[in-house]
């Protein structure tokens, strides 16, 4: 092959070689030593993530190596940056969100398994009182109470009745029911808010680092099929100049000679 076509295949402006899967490169942040599975190369790095790298490191280079725990970093202060600008003063829950996106952790969790592990016999047995309260079993068993009450001092016992009408007993043991039953429902209600609350939160939370997850894939799709676009613009520019020159040939091998 000569020169002319050698210069065609071997632009100025070409990207370096990709590092070598078991090979040994140094990150261009920290300048430690490190294998090129802890790392890639910063070309593919989606633009915006790359331009605020940039401007926190200068010498920041498009084409070289950073490792995982450095890109990590660089990310955490981008996306706080990114919802700062956005909805303003970042909460506890949003920071909680940036740490386990450069951790790469798991938000979801089953916070009414995690909320019971901490619940005292106290409240275990409000919330079993509440429940019991709450429920048809407790209305039938009650009126059944009420009714056997009432048919037994009215027409049982009507001369000697322990509880003659207006059944007096009756109210004041209804009205100290109604006097325990009150707080105890009150302080499964609270537990139940609560439980509620940090249901509401882990949601916010993984629906938070679901969207910026997304957004971080289309960002890096993006990148990824205008990079390829170029390529392949690229090569077929080659294959029409290849093209043009076989077509320039076979005319000129087919001109008559004088």
Known sequence: MDKRHASRFHPRDASPPPVKENSKATCQICHQTKSSRSGTVAELIRPSLAEFIHKQASDFDPHGFICFDDLGQ????YVKEVLAD???????????????????????QNIGKELD???????????????????????????????????????????HAFDPYPFILMNLILSCIAAVQ?????????????????????????????????????????????????????????????????????????TPSR
């Open 117 to 159: 592990k901490d619940l005292t016999f106290g409240e275990r047995l409000s919330d079993k009182i509440a429940a019991f309260g709450g429920s048809w079993r407790f209305l039938i068993i009650f009126g059944g109470v009420l009714f056997v009450w009432i048919f037994v001092n009215a027409a049982l016992l009507a001369t």
């Open 182 to 254: 009150a707080p105890i429902i009150m302080m499964s209600q609270n537990r139940s808010e609560a439980r509620d609350r940090a249901r509401g939160e882990n949601d916010y939370k993984v629906n938070l680092k679901a969207e910026l997850e997304i957004r971080h894939l289309h960002e890096k799709i993006d990148h990824l099929l205008r990079k390829q676009y170029n390529r392949l613009f690229e090569i077929q520019q080659i294959q029409i100049e290849l093209l043009e020159e076989l077509g320039q040939k076979r005319g000129a091998g087919r």
């Open 86 to 108: 956005e909805i303003g003063e970042l909460s506890a829950l949003d920071n909680e969100v940036i740490d386990s996106l450069q951790k790469r952790e798991i938000l979801s």
């Open 74 to 77: 660089f990310r955490k202060e």
